[in-house]
DNA sequence: TTGTATGCGTTATCAC
DNA sequence: GTGATAACGCATACAA
């Protein structure tokens, strides 16, 4: 039996149905209140026939906490960001939290924007999963109390948390894992976004490589992707001499390049040439692809993020961030290790 | 130099350091509100130097409304979910709203709580992208004067707006397209999930095999998705007799069948066996798989959907949704008609 | 154009 | 345990 005609229903309206003070509506849905059970009763009885549902923006406004986490992200479909913000957002609602994805482009108007409409909505936090936020805006972020998380983007700021996997460590690891594979020419294939992780993986594979004496090119044929791991095989292959060894700083890239290798080329993998990734996407596990590559722990790095979220106070933020390592996943991209044993 | 030392600077703020009222920031703020040019500069500096960020809870408070917008998404790493979740944040944008996603496991309770969620934050508008809402929530959001949408659930509530491919018939062009191409022995792929999507392509493949006098087999090996995909090759073809045609009501269905079918039993795509999918995802057009399907037009969904949002009354809806037809994407997992010309 | 006053839906503080 | 009342930050009707 509805009573109202238009618009959303206040605790002014419930109270006046159950005949009882708008404290006593509040009261009934705020955790932890004391009302007499009967009272309780009644407003949750008048609050089911007239449809309410409590005001978080209101309470948004009188309390200093929106219960909204802001979610910063470029390329949503691509298969990494999209297990994130999978995961993020699961784990935000579990704490009783709600993310409010803004899906940037990556430049930096682009991400600025983003940054505002987070200040607008007092989101009690952001995250920043993709793109370069300018770090004055990011200051402003924190100096409004939110709490911010940079994921991946080792540009060192002062003031938020950066929680970063250790790209260059498992570069290196990736370099000694192709090695003892006994490949020879080794590449390494990136892209042209230059996000500070995608750097540093192939900068640290190059300088482990250089360390051995060995000289290998970087090829970044596009944008992060499936097309750009492609168009590298492409040119790699086009000549003599291709490489028998390479690391994607992406499964993506892998993936088109392993597809490229294969298609257009008659490689076989991993007879003819290895191939090591990084992330661990769903896809690399594919019967087709077989992919051996580098975990990323998604499940416990947006853990620890929700952890910074709402436990930890900005200051401590510094200790509380342990090192993320990726683990190696072993299955059929990489030749067996010749002379094992 | 930042004066403040804690949480948000509000309107009152910026009013005293510009040395104005009140309303004269606000209407600084507000889109076609009249300032003089002297003022509004003053405020745009004071506000400038505090940090100042219009309250969208506060204004979302008096106006009536929030600009948020309610996605209810489940299984988001899907690759279609991921593209549907991308195109609407994009477009939602685009248009000065920011989507709220909520992360359901597709369950009745849970989808619920998504509901009540953009209930509590007064969000404009709910788009439910997955999982089956309850009647009477719905209801009650349509009372409270949201607009909600929903996405290819042909379960026809009435109230929200009912978004929906043609699935049946899609399922029965995908059925002459086998049947054009030689297949004799018929199978479709589908899930376990059985989605009112799912389900209506599966039945529609089936009863137009029927009129044919042809029975066809109907798997549901496991929940939607790669996986389910392949222990369906892995039923079909582990005793003789097995499909030289199969539907995939899901791309990802379709690529796990092809897979195993390939790897598991040798079979060759498409002299062996022909596979049709559903929705072209971006992985459908991977080298390794170059899977016929039928594209969802998810763009011109999206922007049908922000439509819908914004300009339309829930009255005119049923008159301004027109059909959405996928349209076939011949790549190379179906025979070439054999007799042709 | 500008400032003053009021209302939006809550929660918190205070008396009772 | 309960009800009045004052914030919370903003937009706006109204008066100047």
């Avoid at 009934?28 to 923006?57: C, I, M, P, Q, W």
């Avoid at 983003?114 to 009690?124: E, P």
């Avoid at 290798?261 to 019967?287: N, T």
């Amino acid at each position: 039996m509805d009573i109202k005609t238009k618009g959303f229903v206040s605790a002014e309206t419930v109270a006046r149905l159950a005949g009882v003070s708008r404290s006593a509506v509040s009261r009934t849905f705020t955790d932890g209140a004391s009302v007499s059970e009967a009272t309780r009763k009644k407003v949750l009885e008048a609050a089911a026939v007239l449809g309410y549902h409590v005001n978080h923006l209101a309470r948004g406004l009188s309390h200093d906490r929106s219960n909204i986490i802001g979610i910063i992200v470029s390329e949503i479909p691509t298969p990494y960001q999209a297990r994130m913000l999978d995961e993020m957002t699961r784990q935000l609602q579990a704490i009783g939290k709600v993310g409010m994805v803004i899906n940037t482009t990556g430049d930096a108007e682009s991400v600025a924007n983003a940054l505002r409409q987070t200040l607008n909505f007092r989101a009690d936090g952001v995250i920043v999963l993709s793109g370069t936020p300018d770090a004055s805006l990011i200051a402003s972020c924190v100096a409004n109390g939110q709490r911010v998380i940079l994921i991946n983007r080792s540009d060192h700021i002062e003031g938020p948390a950066n929680l970063a996997v250790e790209n260059a460590e498992t570069a290196r690891e990736a370099y000694h894992l192709l090695r003892r594979a006994g490949c020879q020419r080794l590449a390494v294939v990136s892209s042209t976004a230059g996000t500070p992780s995608l750097s540093a993986r192939d900068s640290a594979f190059a300088a482990a490589a250089a360390e051995d004496g060995l000289s290998v090119p970087i090829i970044r044929a596009g944008a992060t992707g499936y097309a750009a791991g492609a168009e590298a095989a492409r040119q790699l292959y086009s000549r003599s001499g291709g490489p028998d060894g390479v690391f994607g700083v992406t499964d993506l890239l892998a993936l088109g390049f392993m597809d490229a290798a294969r298609h257009s080329f008659g490689l076989r993998v991993p007879q003819d040439v290895s191939i090591v990734g990084f992330d661990d996407i769903e896809q690399a596990g594919w019967e087709s692809y077989a992919l051996t590559t580098f975990r990323q722990p998604v499940e416990e790095m947006v853990q620890l993020i929700v952890q910074l979220l709402t436990q930890a106070g900005p200051d401590e933020w510094a200790h509380v961030v342990p090192p993320i390592k990726p683990v190696p996943i072993w299955r059929k991209s990489v030749l067996p290790r010749p002379n094992a044993g």
